[in-house]
């Protein structure tokens, strides 16, 4: 189905329920794409596409704009695929927390016992639970503190001893002492990942969460033939898309290698909000879900590109809604990735929402912030 509005059509997917069916004001709803369109002609974002389901169904799945931001050609679908950067990282703690459930980890565990390289003075006292809440003190990701000169992600010898070169100089904090965005350590919870499990991390992610859920759309590496069907905004995204991913010296891509679309990320998020289980498949147990998704840190100071957070709230490789001025319901946890890609689930409200607002910009609030107020604001 589509609706012609302003320069852009906007393009339906198949609803499970009307918006008022599930206690949601569809005029409110349907300022989304007003809203939308003006940050395109704006040039802020490039294409928006979103999906919204409440009490389990599907209420609103539209998409517009430009699929490939590079030629100018295409629009973007409401199944269209698009990278998730960092989301990858909840499905990486979905996986550890497996292997805690399953008796093979267990949270407060010292990596140097599965990784040879952390028994050192300096690491030795690092776990699994901090390099899920981000607090290692292992190098944060190039740029957080606002650099003028962020480091080469492995240094000039590519990435051969890569663990070696991730724990090279000093930490930046003691663990547990502060909040530090590490992509790194999540590409070590990969590597553990792929030790303990005998799998490399992306099969395991594949055989135990993508082919459970029915996430037939959500790769590590896209199918050519479906590469038409990816959301791109520049060169840099083409390129990765047809990047080849075969060397095992390569970390695994726990941090930031999947692409999906809106359908597939809502099945993930509705398995979690649902307490580990949909359509009659098990992925964790309800007491894992509570695990993975409470709060963990209390007045834990964060520098995060220069917000000086004093008090950061955050589960389990997935962010929480904490704050007082947040439309979300506390406890709402959420994941956004560069590009821009968000997935946000409120318990209390029993909503997922997912959203593609593809742009050039590194950080457009409106377009995630200011959607999130429309959404919220349209519960009944």
Known sequence: MSILQSNWRVLEGPLSAAPEEVHMDSRQLNKLDQHFQGLMSQK???AASYLVAHEGKIAAWRSMGTLHGTTGQGELQPDSLRKLSSI????????IVKLIEDGKLYIDQPVATILDEFNNPMHQGITLFHLLTHTSGIMPVTGYYNEPYPREWWGAGGTEDWIVKVLQGPVVCEPGEAYNYSTVGFALLGEIISRISGQRYEDYVIEHILQPL???????DVPSQLHPEVCTVDERDVTKLTE?????????????????????????GQMLLDGGTFEGQRILGRKSVELLTRRHLFNVPAYHWGGKIKDKGHALGLDLAIDHLSFESPGTFQLEGAGRSGLFVDPVEKLVVVLFVPSIYSWIPESILGTKQIIWSSLM
């Not at 990858?88 to 996986?95: E, G, M």
């Open 44 to 46: 802020k974002i490039q």
């Open 88 to 95: 990858t990282k909840a499905f990486t703690s979905v996986s």
């Open 214 to 220: 029915g996430m037939s759309r959500t790769f590590f």
């Open 244 to 268: 080849q991913y075969g060397d095992s010296i390569q970390p695994p891509r726990s941090d930031s290698g999947l692409y999906s679309s809106l359908y597939d990320l809502w099945r993930f």
